[in-house]
């Protein structure tokens, strides 16, 4: 066996902070999505404590839309889509760039 170099070791380093970072952005994703889309897009009883407290609304007759698409789907997808494909654009030119010698 040979003993690992600093070199692997900052290359191990980088690896796992970029790997933390990556699910740490899909965890709060994922969550705003699903939480968003639950309390937005689906009906709730109008004496719900949801409602009450202003996470959820109660169905309206018409869905309020944003671009052609109900706000909820504008909000709970697709802006979380557009914010992680930016995330992975900005973070692609910014996180340290490892060589990957022999």
């Not at 970029?18 to 897009?41: F, I, K």
Request: hydrophobic share 45%; charged share 15%.
């Amino acid at each position: 066996m040979t003993p690992i170099g600093e070199t692997q070791r900052k290359l191990y380093r980088n690896a796992c902070r970029e790997a933390w970072l990556t699910v740490g952005v899909w965890v709060v994703s994922c969550l705003w999505t699903l939480g968003y889309c639950w309390l937005r897009g689906y009906p709730h009883e109008a004496d719900s404590p949801l409602v009450q407290l202003g996470l959820a609304s109660a169905q309206p007759e018409i869905l309020p839309l944003r671009l052609g698409m109900p706000n909820w789907i504008f909000w709970g997808v697709c802006v979380p889509w557009l914010l992680c494909t930016g995330f992975t654009a900005i973070s692609s030119f910014f996180l340290p760039d490892d060589p990957l010698d022999s």
